[in-house]
């Protein structure tokens, strides 16, 4: 996912009262110093720790912060850290803290709110889906998660400005994952004991304050004059919850949006009028979409000549070039952007012929005495729908197979799919840190926590444990491009297409920042 809201002075979580007919007539006024920008799906957390998808993480950066981020160049800089080294070679970290960064509330952060975050989103009370997988190769992550004791042995408050983190073994990756939103640091006076979903505990850092939050309606958030990097250019951000592609459009053309997200099936329409095909934007993201395989729920997907029959029965060109307009085509399952890609990377190719005799090696010729089954995507997502009936499609006429196509709504689908409940689904992943390591042993391992499909290979996991510990760059790539080649041909999940956004982009927003994951805190952005 990544990447990538803070405290409400007055406002709750309150619907009453709030129709979704005085935000569109607020929206299309276009005020000056207010940035319009729809978020696709209802947030599926205020907290920090517990958040999980893009959507969210996008409205989270703008209000929480931790102690280092990606730049504008896509690499690792101190945020609240002033400065971080390892005087051991990657076992130990030490990070220097800014003086005068304070929360929302006033008062300054210091080492010991970074030790309280990272103990409260490691606590069994918590049960964060996130920090134990993120923050698992600290000294004592475990044991807390275990219950076993009350602070991360790991962790250790040097003075207030000094923070250090000792891990297991030297970890090559681990300041990539500090940049995820499970090691933000949190106001304990105001996120109380229990979860964050009310907008007077998001007390965070960052260029803005949570000053309302309308679920399945609105999130509003407020500028932070007193940040400490300087107050952004724009007084107000709104985020209408707009789930569907076409309203989100529409919005957009109306003037009561100033950006918007594009799906595909749109594009050829905004190309064809020329003012608005002067507004639209291209950009590349780290991030694959596939079709998960869940071993769990149906048994004959741990016949790998089954797996790689379904793979090889998918036409990625039709779906990413026909149905698509031209989405670069995913063949292994590492994404652009991230080290270790490779761009001409073959992997299973698509072969009728050869997924029919894969699948009658596994002891179901032509489809017979193959169980029905059902693939599910994210409700509202029209590109997710043309790829899932694309590939319903090709199984029935490439194997016999059939299968039924379900959207599901957003936090049900990642409910179901944490607790390995779907057979087959249409996701992304979409890199967390541009390492390889996120993308293969983080998820395939065979005891790694996100390991939803029941995936296991004692090779894969041999290679990995060995490319996770190695500071040498050239060899950790060597031992990944060999994990990746297994996980591919094994069929462990199927890449379909890499993710390249569209965007429409108003003239009168200016000083948008992006990088690989995405729009970045809108601190320079302004509104005209």
Known sequence: MKRLLA???????????????????????????????????NPTTLDPGKVQDVDTSDLIVNVYEGLVAYDDHNTIKPQIAESYSSPDNGKTWVFKLRHGVKFHNGREVTADDFSWSLDRNCSKEIASPTARDYLSDI??????????????????????????????QPRPYFIGKMTYPCAFVLCKEGVGTGSIDKAAQAIGTGPFKLESFFPEQQVNLAANKDYYEGPPKVDRIERPVIKDDATRLMKFKNGELDTANLDRKDIAGVL??????????????????????????????????????????????????????????????????????????????????????????????????????????????????????????????????????????????????????????YLSWYADYLDPQNFLSFLFESDAKLNHDGYKNAEFDDLCKKADSIMDEKQRIALYNRAEDILVLDAARIPIFYQRDAILVSPRVSGLRSNLFGQMPNTAVSVK
């Open 7 to 41: 405290p409400a002075l007055l406002l709750t979580l309150i619907v009453a009262g709030c129709s979704k007919g005085n935000f569109s007539e607020r929206g299309a006024a276009g005020k000056v110093g207010t940035f319009r920008y729809a978020i696709a799906a």
């Open 139 to 168: 000294v004592g992550v475990e044991d807390r998660f275990n219950g076993k004791t009350d602070h991360i042995a790991g962790v250790k408050v040097v003075d207030p400005y000094t923070l250090q983190i000792e891990l297991d």
């Open 272 to 425: 064809a009028d020329s003012k608005l095909k002067s507004q639209l934007q291209y950009q590349q993201r780290p991030a694959v979409f596939y079709i998960g395989l869940n071993q769990f729920e149906c048994p004959q997907l741990k016949d790998a000549h089954v797996r790689r029959a379904i793979a090889m029965a998918i036409d990625r060109h039709r779906i990413t070039h026909d149905l698509l307009g031209d989405m670069p085509e995913a063949h292994g399952l590492v994404s652009p952007g991230v080290m270790g890609f490779r761009e001409d990377y073959k992997g299973l190719p698509y072969n009728p012929a050869g997924a029919k005799a894969e699948l009658a090696e596994a002891g179901y010729p032509d489809g017979k005495g193959f169980p029905a089954l059902e693939l599910v995507y994210k409700d509202g997502a029209g590109d997710g729908q043309l790829c899932c009936e694309a590939v319903q499609q090709a199984l029935k006429q490439n194997l016999g197979i059939s299968i039924s196509v379900r959207a599901m709504e957003w936090g049900t689908l990642l409910q179901n799919r944490n607790q390995n409940k779907l057979q087959l689904y």
